[in-house]
């Protein structure tokens, strides 16, 4: 049985869950979600780059052909 398509209400009621769980285990484990915290971070900041050279990219090659 196929699952209906979610609503953008659901999507948000299911971030924020997400995010107060994550909230929560940060007070009890500040440390460890402090680590994720970077870590992710600095996946984020390297996704960002590798997007922007992609996007820089695909512009130029608009203006040189």
């Known amino acids: 049985m196929p699952l209906p398509p979610s609503t953008p209400q659901d999507t948000q ?30 996946i984020l900041v390297m996704y960002g780059v590798v997007t922007g050279f992609q996007g820089a990219s695909a512009l130029l090659d608009t203006h040189h052909h």
């Open 13 to 42: 009621a299911a971030i924020a869950v997400v995010v107060i769980f994550v909230a929560a285990c940060s007070v009890i484990y500040w440390r460890t979600a402090l680590k994720v915290l970077l870590i992710v971070a600095l």
